[in-house]
């Protein structure tokens, strides 16, 4: 006999059971997985907190310690003074530099080596300024305080200055080493005019030595080097050519004359020395003539030119008195002549000569106001009394 077996559409009833063993088994196996990445991420919070703590703690340990110390491994002007307190720097610097801050400074310029006194210049050091300019960590970046904490650097001791003392013994030094520039000029000499050439000088810029000299104390035992500034001529070779060519060799090439009628006033090559002079001026040089030397040179040769004026007197003894008439003066006009003699040195020939007048020199006393005197002594019966003279 034949079996037959019928299919249904829904599968064979056996294949349902082991379906739904298979569903159980994956669900156990997807709730332990779950269970167990769950455990996971509690184990990862947990870390990560504790880390956070860690760190925390570091953090905040290291901003204590870093916040009272300097940075270790710090050192100013020198002196170790890393992972002090602040007073306990200050202190250590001090002492450190007692002895230091007393060494003189040398100082070379113009092959010269000089000693610089820091108590004579003025020059101390502030140690609190020194020691704050150090960075003790109170800043909330982590690198900056890890720096602080593990490593410091060098500083240079904060110098100060007391008054002008160092500026003052920087100018006693310039005035040794100073080599003042020669200006070129023109001399007048009893045998002609001389040029001066001019020659470049030297300086020592007071200012800057005195701020290089500071800014080696207690840094370097080596000698400062200070350099001389060049200061040039004011005026130039070539302005003392032009001024021998276009005046100096003209005025002393012959006498310069001025005729008062048939007498004269000669000034000669010879008297310039005394009166002219050459002075710079905006990088020239120019004639300069000194009016009361040229007065004191002239009024020896005006005798028999000038004449005083003179006063109306009345001379006599008793009763014979009379009247001396008064008599007018001449005087040359000295002024005048000063005036022209600059543009007269530089003439040629004849035009070297000038022609002056004499001004009138009236008198104090007229010989109308004399006569009127001695009217009224006459009048008043005292003509006969020396004394009413």
Do not use: C
């Not at 110390?69 to 202190?91: I, K, S, W």
């Not at 030094?173 to 070129?184: E, F, K, L, S």
């Not at 032009?242 to 008062?260: E, I, L, Q």
């Not at 005798?303 to 005083?308: A, C, D, S």
Request: charged share 30%; no cysteine; hydrophobic share 45%.
């Amino acid at each position: 006999m034949t079996e037959h077996r019928t299919l249904s559409l829904l599968g064979d009833p056996d294949d349902g059971a082991d379906d739904g063993a298979r569903r159980d088994s994956w669900q156990d196996d997807w709730e332990g997985e779950a269970s167990t990445r769950r455990r996971e991420r509690r184990m990862l919070v947990r870390l990560v907190v504790l880390l956070l703590l860690v760190a925390g703690a570091l953090y905040a340990g290291g901003w204590a310690w870093s916040s009272e110390r300097l940075p270790r491994g710090t050192t100013v002007a020198g002196v170790d003074v890393g992972g002090m307190r602040v007073p306990q720097a200050e202190r250590a610097l001090a002492r450190a530099l007692r002895v230091r801050a007393g060494a003189p400074v040398r100082v070379v310029v113009a092959d010269r080596v000089f000693a610089v006194e820091p108590a004579e210049a003025g020059l101390d050091v502030d140690v609190p300024a020194s020691i704050a300019q150090v960075p003790i960590g109170r800043g909330a970046d982590p690198a900056d305080m890890w720096e602080n904490v593990v490593g410091g650097s060098d500083h240079p001791a904060v110098v100060v200055t007391i008054d002008d003392l160092l500026l003052n013994r920087m100018q006693v030094i310039a005035d040794v080493v100073d080599r003042p520039a020669v200006d070129g000029a023109v001399r007048f000499t009893e045998v002609g005019a001389e040029p001066v050439y001019p020659s470049e000088g030297e300086v020592l810029n007071v200012d800057a030595a005195a701020a290089q000299v500071a800014a080696a104390y207690l840094v370097s035992d080596e000698p400062v080097p200070l350099v001389l500034d060049a200061v040039p001529a004011e005026v130039s070779t070539q302005a003392v050519s032009r001024a021998m060519k276009s005046f100096a060799n003209p005025a002393t090439s012959a006498p310069v004359v001025y005729r008062f009628g048939r007498d004269t006033v000669v000034l000669r090559p010879t008297d310039l020395p005394e009166m002219l002079s050459m002075e710079p001026e905006n990088g020239r040089l120019e004639p300069r003539l000194d009016e009361e030397a040229f007065a004191r040179v002239v009024a020896g040769r005006l005798v028999g030119i000038e004449r005083p004026a003179q006063d109306a007197e009345i001379v006599g003894r008793q009763a014979r008195w009379r009247v001396v008439p008064d008599r007018d003066g001449r005087a040359a006009d000295v002024g005048a002549m000063a005036d022209t003699f600059l543009t007269l040195a530089v003439a040629e020939g004849t035009a070297r000569e000038v022609r002056m007048e004499t001004r009138v020199v009236r008198p104090e006393v007229t010989t109308v106001q004399a006569e009127r005197r001695l009217d009224r002594m006459r009048a008043q019966g005292r003509a006969d009394r020396p004394s009413d003279n």
